[in-house]
């Protein structure tokens, strides 16, 4: 049913949108290493929601999220080493770029954590996986974003 206040909803909504949209990096480089962190967010969610129960175990799409997110942090080192870090919207520390090597050795290790994921055939095994992935985020997250 058509109210007042479904009206004001998706105009709220709308609003958020074109919040989201001018809030977007300028820079390209800076958008696009955004864009390849984006999508290892959404699909270690998609990993997050099988773990919890939220949907059903489907090892297929878990494997693929496990493969996405492998093939964003193999990206990560040409992805970052422009050092762009002027666009506001811009996350990034620049530490990354005084400690370089360590930086990409984060990188590496979600790498890891994630091909590690990439055989899952359980629920179980698909938990295990989970924790150590999560682990490489944070411990990158900590030191190099903001
Ligand atoms: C090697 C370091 C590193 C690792 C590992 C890493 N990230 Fe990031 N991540 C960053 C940096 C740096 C930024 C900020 C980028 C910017 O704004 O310029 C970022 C930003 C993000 C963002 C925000 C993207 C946006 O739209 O602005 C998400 C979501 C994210 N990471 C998720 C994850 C998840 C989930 C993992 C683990 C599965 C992970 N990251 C692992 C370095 C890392």
């Not at 175990?57 to 002027?86: C, G, R, Y």
């Not at 990439?118 to 944070?138: F, N, Q």
């Amino acid at each position: 049913m058509f109210t007042r206040k479904s009206a004001l909803v998706g105009a709220l909504a709308l609003g958020t949108l074109a919040t989201a949209a001018f809030a977007a990096a300028m820079d390209p480089d800076v958008r696009a290493r955004q864009e390849a962190m984006g999508l290892v967010g959404s699909n270690l969610k998609r990993i997050a929601s099988m773990v919890k129960g939220d949907v059903d175990f489907d090892a297929a799409a878990a494997q693929a999220a496990f493969a996405k997110i492998a093939e964003k942090a193999e990206m990560v080192p040409a992805l970052f080493e422009t050092k762009s870090n002027s666009d506001p919207e811009a996350e990034a520390k620049d530490a990354i770029w005084e400690n370089w090597d360590d930086f990409t050795a984060k990188a590496g290790a979600l790498q890891m954590a994630a091909e590690a994921g990439m055989g899952v055939d359980s629920p179980e095994a698909l938990a295990a996986a989970m924790g150590p992935l999560s682990e490489t985020c944070k411990a990158c997250h900590s030191t190099y974003k903001e």
